[in-house]
């Protein structure tokens, strides 16, 4: 059973970074696209970043573009969103999910493309 395992949210004020992590067992993790997506109060989850299989190709919503960053390790299984300048409007769970089909489309946006997803780690961004 795939388990993907998130980690590294916190409380921090407006123009601060953080660095998610989330890594997977059970899982030939270089063979899958993998995506970061958050939800925020009352609002339905949403895509943030996904990356392809070897890393060459990156995805973002055009909300954090220019901020985040999404990267891996598929030697240590896994994979980082670097978030920097963050603002109120990023307070969320944020969830990293892996394909759930190996296909070779690209981009991959949709969450039911998605399964695995991780328990969130929570994201509070202060003024």
């Known amino acids: 059973q795939v388990r993907l395992v998130e980690s590294g949210g916190g409380l921090v004020q407006a123009g601060d970074s953080l660095r998610l992590s989330c890594t997977a067992s059970?899982?030939?993790?270089?063979?899958?696209?993998l995506g970061w997506f958050r939800q925020a109060p009352g609002k339905e989850r949403e895509f943030v970043a996904a990356?392809?299989?070897?890393?060459?190709?990156?995805d973002y919503a055009d909300s954090v573009k220019g901020r985040f960053t999404i990267s891996r390790d598929n030697a240590a299984n896994t994979v980082y969103l670097l978030m920097i300048s963050l603002e109120p409007e990023d307070t969320a769970v944020y969830y990293c999910?892996?394909?759930?089909?190996?296909?070779?489309?690209?981009?991959?946006?949709?969450?039911?493309?998605?399964?695995?997803w991780g328990q969130g780690t929570q994201v509070t961004v202060s003024l």
């Open positions: 059970d899982l030939t993790f270089s063979s899958y696209v």
């Open positions: 999910g892996k394909e759930r089909l190996i296909t070779r489309k690209w981009p991959v946006r949709d969450e039911i493309e998605y399964d695995s």
């Open positions: 990356i392809s299989r070897a890393g060459g190709l990156t």
